[in-house]
């Protein structure tokens, strides 16, 4: 991929549980640079981080540390924004395999009750509340986003965005550098791209 002097390059974090193609063809379509890689020293030299993800949280994070990313991924300063199980992972731990995740931000992934609606939460759904912020730039209650997932993030300080399915749950969230969204952006059309493009207007003006 050529590297254009104006724009940030983008790392995206290569392991077993990142959904890549679908992702590398959202940042194609915004004329993103980005560069694919597990090297921690080739994500040391990108401007930014996205580090997305699809299957299990136990198998996510066996991959992670046996290349070291976790220890890296939690070290480091800059932005990163984490997509679905990507997200979930930011979080102490999950339900699911009984997982220490990653630690950066308080709380633990819960599984939706099967027994009140169909699981996993997946399609289309709106947000319940969006605050103010600069990746939401544009982003409201009326719009909807792609969700594919069994497990779900409680709501914290940290969320600036709500969603419902079975309950409240945490559909964006921010700590410091690190931003997460539980939908796929790379499969939200418009909105998703509006999403994916506000974060990169982010890592451009610093």
Not at 125 to 146: A, P
Not at 173 to 201: C, I, M, R
């Amino acid at each position: 991929m050529l590297v254009s002097s104006h724009n940030k390059m983008i790392g995206i974090i290569k392991y077993q549980a990142g959904n890549l193609a679908s992702v590398s063809n959202a940042l194609d379509r915004l004329n993103a640079d980005y560069i694919i890689t597990d090297n921690t020293a080739e994500l040391e030299n990108a401007s930014a981080i996205i580090f997305p993800g699809v299957g299990h949280a136990a198998a996510a994070m066996d991959d992670l540390r046996s290349k070291d990313l976790d220890v890296w991924l939690k070290n480091t300063k800059k932005p990163v924004l984490g997509i679905c199980l990507g997200m979930q992972l930011f979080f102490e731990s999950s339900e699911e395999g009984n997982t220490t995740t990653l630690g950066i931000i308080p709380g633990r992934l819960k599984k939706f009750d099967a027994s009140k609606a169909k699981v996993p939460h997946m399609g289309w759904n709106q947000f319940e509340s969006v605050k103010n912020h600069s990746l939401l730039s544009g982003i409201n209650e009326k719009h909807f986003v792609y969700y594919v997932h069994g497990y779900y993030a409680p709501v914290t300080e940290h969320t600036i965005a709500t969603c419902n399915y079975i309950h409240d749950f945490t559909a964006v969230v921010k700590k410091g550098n690190f931003l997460g969204v539980q939908f796929h952006p790379e499969k939200s059309g418009q909105v998703g791209s509006l999403l994916l493009q506000n974060f990169l207007d982010m890592v451009k003006d610093g």
